[in-house]
């Protein structure tokens, strides 16, 4: 829901658009466009550098997804779906989508979708799994992707809440898949950079969403992800923090430039 909100509320904030979705706002609900519970204490410009990074990492999710689909990948798997929109705006192209999250989260969707009078897309198939108790490979072949095919993974917001186990595992089976590329984010370790002026505030969001029962498990340094992803058979790796990110995109900010906080990933095996 928080994540939600931070991809609505960038379609009416006034600040640089990186992301255009006409769905965040319906899929959401109006009712509840307002500052969620997870930003409250938080400094506002923490609050606003935290809601771009998660508008530029689904522009550059997207970006990746039309280019395969241009190159002529015909399979996306949205891991960890949440309210993620991506199938229902690339429903005009002839490409199979497959949106993997936990089964309860997926009834919840379902209904939201349902209220928001947004019609499912014939090529989009519901995947229920539980990333901690389900093999995502059986889940995902069962729902039928073709591992021979060439597919592009979308895991956004979802590594850091995962045991580091689940997250080796799920790279490993990613990077099994022939040619495959994946878009995923991860959490630099808050401990590794307790001068940056940011760090209080992101363990301050930390206790929060852990008081929620969500806590955060799992993190990476950069060397440690590529270490990881080039283990398990990724041949390409790039690797942005949060202000290189916004930067690429063009968003000017005031952010010294650093590690700390939130990184996006695009990996490929060939």
């Not at 192209?93 to 928001?116: C, G, I, M």
């Not at 917001?157 to 490993?172: C, E, F, I, M």
């Not at 089976?173 to 002026?197: C, M, N, Q, R």
């Not at 969500?214 to 590529?226: A, I, N, Y």
Request: with cysteine.
């Amino acid at each position: 829901m928080a994540v939600a909100h931070a991809r609505a509320y960038h379609q009416i904030a006034e600040e640089p658009r990186v992301f255009t979705d006409p769905f965040a706002i319906p899929i959401l609900g109006e009712s509840v466009m307002t500052e969620t519970y997870v930003d409250h204490g938080l400094d506002p410009e923490l609050v606003r550098h935290r809601r771009l990074f998660i508008a530029a990492r689904s522009r550059f999710a997207d970006d990746t997804v039309a280019a395969a689909i241009v190159r002529g990948t015909d399979q996306v798997v949205i891991l960890g779906a949440g309210l993620d929109t991506t199938a229902y705006r690339h429903s005009n192209t002839n490409v199979q989508f497959y949106e993997v999250d936990h089964p309860t989260t997926q009834e919840w969707k379902r209904r939201r979708l349902s209220q928001a009078g947004i019609a499912i897309p014939d090529a989009l198939t519901f995947v229920p799994a539980d990333f901690e108790n389900t093999t995502l490979a059986a889940g995902l072949a069962g729902a039928g992707l073709d591992s021979n095919r060439s597919a592009v993974y979308v895991w956004l917001g979802v590594a850091v809440y995962l045991t580091r186990a689940s997250v080796d595992g799920t790279l490993r089976y990613i990077a099994s898949h022939g040619k495959s590329e994946l878009v995923f984010d991860y959490f630099y370790p808050i401990a590794a950079t307790p001068h940056d002026p940011t760090a209080a505030q992101l363990q301050a969001r930390a206790n929060r969403v852990a008081e929620a029962g969500e806590p955060w498990l799992t993190f990476f340094t950069s060397d440690e992800v590529r270490d990881s992803l080039v283990s398990v058979g990724y041949s390409r790796v790039e690797d942005r923090s949060a202000t290189e990110l916004l930067t690429f995109y063009g968003v000017p900010t005031d952010a010294p430039a650093s590690n700390a906080g939130p990184h996006l990933v695009h990996c490929g095996t060939a």
